[in-house]
């Protein structure tokens, strides 16, 4: 019998070690293609009936278009968020669209603590300073964490599993969420309205999803609302934060701290060696030369636990469309 071809965009080694691996209960033919999907590489599909795209392939209406030409019925995001696709276009082609609603979400929220604390305690620049025999303490001060207030937008899978964290540090937490969550009012949280947040947080942890209303949430306006040597934490989406606002606010230490593990323009960087480029985004560049600012690659997700999930519950999200039996994981159709 002919197998079901599934092309794979984006495709890292990480990918290729997980999904054959786990694709061995499901049977599949895996076609790895490097690089991303967009209006050129989309001609690189040949006879598959599933792709398998991540955070930075461009699935768009054209691309989409091209996709339903190839007779292509599933398009399957091996991440949670879908912000990169046309849903609406996908419906209107006939073809599905099925992600990975929550594969770790304390991968994230840990990867969140993890620049927290990198950003207060400058671990990372104690570790380069006593390689170099360097034993002194000046410029590495922090700050208790302990009776500080933390701010936590979007109380979903992430967001809980973060906030459980900062409760842990003896910290107040704040939220704001469309919806509240009261397994976390339980364990102390306080629902509050986005301004006080903006007004009374020491730390700001973004875990909404990107959206018209979540787009450009931290600029120029909200900083003006919040303390002076505010710290910014975002490892949901880059656009969530307006860049250029954001490089204003370091300059004149509006902005205490910025940890990012997203940027709005990083399909262009991330998830690539370019070590030996010149890079042209100037943003980035600025954002870089920072010494209070932390950015990491988009590598919040990654952990072994997380890379598991997301083969297995991307291969069965495939499995259960192909067969027109009952989706029974609701929250990863799209359509
Ligand atoms: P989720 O759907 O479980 O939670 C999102 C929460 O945001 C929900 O509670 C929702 O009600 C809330 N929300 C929606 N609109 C909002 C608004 N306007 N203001 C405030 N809250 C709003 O999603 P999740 O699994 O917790 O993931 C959150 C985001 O994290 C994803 O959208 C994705 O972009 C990002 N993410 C990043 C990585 C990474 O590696 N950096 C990995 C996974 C997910």
Do not use: W
């Not at 964290?165 to 939220?175: R, S, T």
């Not at 070590?275 to 990654?302: C, G, K």
């Not at 997301?310 to 469309?321: E, F, G, K």
């Amino acid at each position: 019998m002919k197998q079901t071809k599934i092309s794979f965009f984006s495709t890292q080694p990480y990918d290729k070690v997980f999904f054959e691996k786990y694709n061995a209960d499901f049977g599949f033919q895996l076609d790895f293609i490097e690089t991303q999907l967009n209006e050129q590489t989309v001609q690189m599909i040949q006879g598959s009936v599933v792709v398998c795209v991540f955070v930075n392939d461009v699935v768009n209406a054209v691309v989409i278009q091209e996709l339903s030409s190839k007779k292509v019925k599933v398009i399957a995001l091996r991440c949670a968020g879908f912000n990169n696709v046309d849903l609406a276009a996908a419906k209107k082609a006939g073809i599905r669209v099925c992600r990975v609603p929550s594969y770790s979400p304390e991968a994230v929220a840990e990867h969140a603590m993890a620049m927290i604390l990198t950003l207060n305690r400058k671990t990372h620049k104690a570790y380069n300073r006593v390689r170099e025999q360097n034993f002194s303490l000046n410029g590495l001060l922090g700050f208790d964490l302990h009776g500080k207030t933390v701010g936590v937008i979007g109380t979903g899978n992430i967001g809980k599993a973060f906030a459980k964290i900062i409760l842990g540090f003896g910290c107040k937490v704040l939220a704001f969420d469309i919806a509240k969550d009261q397994d976390l009012e339980k364990l102390g949280v306080q629902y509050d309205s986005i301004e006080t947040i903006f007004k009374t947080a020491d730390v700001i942890s973004l875990h909404c999803p990107l959206n018209e209303q979540t787009k450009h949430l931290i600029n120029t306006a909200s900083l003006s609302l919040m303390k002076k040597n505010i710290m910014v934490i975002n490892t949901s989406r880059g656009a969530l934060i307006n860049t250029p606002d954001v490089i204003d606010a370091l300059k004149n230490s509006k902005i205490g701290y910025l940890g990012i593990d997203v940027y709005e323009q990083e399909e262009k960087l991330f998830f690539k060696d370019l070590s030996e480029d010149i890079i042209q985004d100037d943003d980035i560049q600025r954002l870089m030369s920072f010494p209070n600012v932390l950015v990491t690659a988009h590598q919040a997700f990654f952990t072994n636990e997380a890379l598991t999930q997301i083969a297995i519950t991307t291969l069965q999200n495939v499995t259960d469309l192909l067969s027109n039996k009952d989706f029974e994981n609701k929250a990863a159709l799209l359509n």
